[in-house]
Each structure stands twice: as C-alpha cells, then as structure tokens.
C-alpha cells in the first residue's frame, strides 16, 4: 500500500487520534480504520480495472457525505499526491487538481466543517493565506456545510425522525439535521451545495448513528439513522460505497427491519469487516453490538467476502452469501452457518437451509412479549390474598432479583392458556458483560439471564418472557436446562443483537422431547457437530449454573 513521504506525514502523535469525540452520534473515526478502508477500497478498484491504482487515476472523484474530522479526505489526499505525481510533477499543481477537482465533503455541522477544512486545507478557510489550496474561490472551498432545518410532521422530522421536542432549537444551536439526508432529490441538491453537476465515483465516510425521537423512560430512547446516509448514498450511483456503522441491523435494531432486507438481498455488497469489539475499531467508544464497514461495488454483484475481528486478530474470513436460505436475518459468524444448516436437515429441513421446519421450532413455546398483559411498572403486592396469582418481576437491589408477588386474576389480561400449567420464565432482556465481569462484546457470553421454573397458577410482568405451556415440573425443568445448553445460547446469540430478547430470537431453536433432560454433550452428539464446530460454540458461551441465583443481570428495556 502506498505511503505518504515524509513531507506529507502528520507530526507524531496525529492529531486527529487525539481529539475527543463530541457526542454518542458525531464519533470521529481514527486514522488507522480509515487507511484500512481505503486499503480495502484500493483493492478492490484494482480488481477492476486489471491492476490499475485508484490512486494514479486524476478523473476519480471522492465525497464523503458526513464528514466529521476530515481525515477521511485527508487520507484520500495524501494517498493521491503520490499517486499523481507522474501526472503532475509540479506539487502546487497536483495539489490543486486533487483539492478542486477530485475531493468533496459535506459537513455535518458547522464546527466539524471547519475542523474538515483545516485537516484538508491546513487552514480553516479554502481561499486562505495558509490554504494549501491555491484555486479556490470561496471560504468553503470543496467542505460544504449550511444549516439545514427539520421538517416536521406530528411532532417528529419526516426525513430523520427526530423528535421535534429534542431538536426544534434557536437559531444559535445546531439542529443535526444532516443536510444529505433532509432531501428527497439528493441530486439536486448536490448541484446547489457544490456549485455545479459531479459524479462520484467513490462515496466514503462514517455517518452519525442516531438522534434521540423522544421515547422511552424519561425521552432516553434514540432512533438509528445511519441506514438514512447509506441509501442516499446508493441514489447517487456511485462505483464504490463505503461506510462505517453499527452492526446491531445484522438481525435487529429499532426502525431497521426494511434496511436489513434491502441490505442482505443487495448482492453488490462484497466486502464486510466485522468487528466485535468496538474499542478496536473506535478507542474508548462503547457501542453495543460492535461496528463494521462495508463495500458496496455497484457493478460487480457476488457472494459477500466476511472477515470477522476480534482482539486484534482476524478470527475468520469466509466468502458467502449475505442473506442465508430460509433467513431473515444476517448469520454474523461465519463458523455458525454450518451450525445452523446441521440443525435444520437434522430436523427435516432443507439441508441448504437456515430454516426449521415450522413443527421443529422452540419458538412455538416461547410467548410474545408481555405474555400476561403486565407492565413493568405494574404495582405487585408484596402479601397475598385469597384468590391471588404468584406474579414474578425483575426486581430488588438494582434489578438484579427475582422479584415474587401477588396480583389478582382480574389483573392478567392475556394468555390464560398459561396461567395454571407448569412453565418456565426467561428474562426479557439481559445485559451480557461478557466473561469475568467484561465488556458486553466480549467473549465468553451468557446471552440470557437464567431460566426459573413458574409454578401453576403463576404469571409475570413483561421482564420475562414465558415457555410452555408444560405437562408437569418436571418438563419445565428441562427446558430450563435446555435454555441453560451452550447450543442453544448459541444459537439465540445468533439472532440477538441487544439486550432485548422477543420470540423471535429462538427462531434457531430446534423442539426436543422435554421429557428427559438434555445436556450439550448429549446435542452436539444429536446434531452431528464437528470437533471444530463444538469448540467456537465451547469458546463463544460460557457455563449457566442453574443452582445459582436465577436471575443474573436481567435488566428492563420497554424501548426496544
């Protein structure tokens, strides 16, 4: 890969490592992750023109459409000011061409455009005495930025979603509303923000994630938006898209279930680095879930090259289809899809398949969220009456208690079916803090917090989510330790990308005959797994006891 001379190089330490970041949506991504995407970029453009380097092209335009720190365009520079110098010997000249002819940014407020021009120009104005620019025109020179409002519908912006409450500022506050995305005809809009009609061969860049849309406990809750920058970014046609986000819409995430789609049946995706943890890919960033980036070639559709990262290393690379047969949702792990295929032609499915026969299905037994029509917040009696149900709640110190009450019959407004069985109670959501008290992305997980048997004529709030209905005790003890099987946690991870857990997540979930008691040995046998197979599931979760307290770190999470 190429490297910057040494007139080129940044002092030591770089000064775009050291800046802090100024919110959870506007994260400034460090160098080293954006020379890796350019790496990756470069490649692939040379795949595609027999060899040719993206960098010696002077036709080749770049824009990043949320540009924060500008290092993305200052790493494009620096890249084409050696590629170029064949093509234009005299550096002034070169310099000139790249800045006003090849690179574009557009800001996404008005304090990062000028710390983007600074990086790009060294001066944080284009036409400056200090601008390493010597044609420009204007203060903004090729870094766009003005301010954009909101347009608001019932109390939120159509474009983004933002809460009107939130963001509906005075004229001296930023509003966030990211001009590339608070347009319907993106082209037109380009023409007016850039003087002039541009093509851009390569779109590249690290959108904001999310804006708060005035939901959950106290206006907490946040909508995703990233997925708003990279469909724009596909109306503009580019050869390449490149960009940086959250990896939580593999198989869920608030508002994402149509990106998710248009994502995994789009087969012009060809490149994903995955990374688990987000602290190497962002220092000091705590996104659950972890990021990634992505190639998008617009005219080389194929099977997508996955390549996982976890604790400086590469732990696997594999070149698959993004959307599994059967699937609606992104197999993250590339060790897991022939997991998964074993299960279901074991089960009599399609042996190229990711999807269980409908009579094979755990989720059958699992209850849909709020499975007695009991809120969190429900008031539980602490002593009981005459008549009374036992209710169960994530209670106690810090949520982090079985919580046992009384509630009357008349408070249950759902699933009667389930009220006088046997059953067992899962918690709804659990924050998983990885291995020895780790981060949530670490490795090994739990997954889910501990299952407890409800005895008959119980019920609970929407903390738990409900399995049965069962025949006696005894069943429902063994679908506790059956929930408590590394295979299974296993296979729930797969398609659980938060804390919050719905019916949906045990889609991989194959049936058993609960009337004996299942242990991982004894499935791995079922299923046939290899060595190899048995020791990623052996190293990605770790061991539930179910003597222990039976709640572990469940938590509440009404948002999600």
């Known amino acids: 890969m190429i490297q910057a001379p040494l007139q080129l190089q940044p002092h030591n330490p770089d000064v775009l490592m050291c800046i802090a970041n100024l919110s959870n949506d506007e994260v400034f991504t460090p160098p080293e992750l954006v020379n890796q995407m350019l790496d990756t970029l470069e490649t692939s453009w040379s795949d595609a023109n027999d060899g040719a380097s993206i960098w010696e092209n002077k036709e080749v335009t770049f824009l990043d459409p949320c540009t924060k720190s500008g290092v993305f365009l200052r790493e494009i520079v620096k890249r084409l000011t050696i590629g170029l110098e064949r093509e234009f010997p005299d550096l002034t000249e070169r310099v000139n061409h790249i800045l006003t002819k090849q690179v574009y940014g557009i800001a996404i407020t008005e ?4 710390l983007a021009r600074r990086s790009l120009y060294c001066s944080k104005f284009a036409n400056g005495i200090h601008s390493v620019g010597r044609a420009f025109k204007t203060e903004e020179g090729n870094v766009w930025f003005e301010r ?27 509003t966030h509303a990211y001009a590339f995305i608070h347009d319907e005809d993106i082209r037109s809009r380009l023409l007016r923000m850039l003087g002039g009609s541009v093509h851009f061969d390569v779109v590249i860049g690290n959108p904001p994630y999310q804006l708060s849309d005035g939901g959950g406990a106290g206006g907490t809750s946040a909508a995703p938006i990233y ?10 046609e580019p050869r390449f898209l490149s960009m940086v986000i959250p990896a939580r819409w593999f198989a869920g995430g608030k508002g994402l279930d149509e990106f998710r789609e248009r994502m995994l049946s789009d087969s012009r995706t060809r490149v994903i680095h995955d990374y688990l943890l987000v602290g190497e890919a962002f220092p ?3 996104i659950q879930g972890g990021v990634l980036y992505f190639l998008w070639d617009k005219q080389s559709p194929g099977d997508c090259e996955v390549i996982t990262h976890y604790e400086g290393k590469v732990l696997s690379r594999a070149t ?49 969220s709020k499975p007695f029509g009991i809120r969190s917040n429900h008031k539980i ?17 810090g949520f982090k208690r079985i919580g046992k009450g009384w509630v009357t019959a008349k408070e249950v407004t759902d699933a009667g079916r389930l009220i006088k069985p046997w059953k067992a109670f899962i918690g709804k959501a659990y924050g998983d803090r990885g291995g020895g008290g780790a981060s949530r992305d670490s490795f090994p997980k739990a997954v889910l917090a501990k299952p407890f048997v409800g005895e008959p004529n119980s019920v609970c709030t929407e903390t738990y989510l409900c399995v049965g209905p069962c025949d006696s005790r005894l069943e429902a003890e063994n679908i506790c330790a059956y929930v408590a099987c590394k295979f299974t946690r296993f296979l729930v991870m797969l398609r659980k990308p938060s804390q919050n857990t719905s019916q949906k997540v045990y889609a991989f979930v194959p049936m058993q005959d609960f009337s004996k008691t299942w242990t991982d040995d004894m499935l791995y046998e079922k299923y046939g797994l290899s060595k190899d197979e048995i020791q990623f599931i052996e190293k990605t979760i770790r061991e539930m006891d179910l003597e222990a307290e039976a709640s572990d770190e469940a938590v509440v999470d009404d948002d999600e």
């Open 381 to 397: 009696r602490s002593e009981k009456r005459p008549g009374d149900l036992a209710a169960y709640w994530n209670g106690g110190a």
């Open 148 to 174: 954009t409002e909101h347009t608001w519908h019932e109390g939120m912006c159509r474009f983004c979603g933002a809460s009107k409450a939130e963001y509906a500022r005075e004229w001296n506050l930023e």
């Open 227 to 236: 997925q708003l920058f990279v469909e724009q970014a596909k109306q503009l």
């Open 111 to 114: 304090l990062t455009s000028l």
């Open 284 to 286: 000091g960033v705590a």
């Open 320 to 368: 698959r289809p993004l959307l599994e047969l059967g699937a609606d949702v992104f197999i993250r792990y590339n060790e897991a899809v022939s997991i998964v295929k074993k299960v279901v032609a074991l089960e009599g499915g399609d042996p190229n398949s990711v999807l269980l026969p409908e009579a094979r299905r755990f989720a059958n037994l699992v209850s849909p």
